[in-house]
């Protein structure tokens, strides 16, 4: 029983890793793509 739950709590950190991991790249591309909409926008105003 007690194998069974160490399993577990190990596969749940490597699929909290992954998560935190994706997430970070999902942040990166979010931030780059709004600083350039925001910089198109300005563009489209002038």
Not at 12 to 33: D, E, G, M, Q
């Amino acid at each position: 029983m007690l194998k069974k739950v160490d399993i577990i709590i190990q596969d749940l950190k490597y699929a909290f890793r992954i998560v935190s991991f994706l997430l970070k790249i999902l942040k990166n591309i979010y931030s780059k793509t709004k600083k350039s909409d925001i910089i198109n926008l300005v563009k489209i105003k002038k």
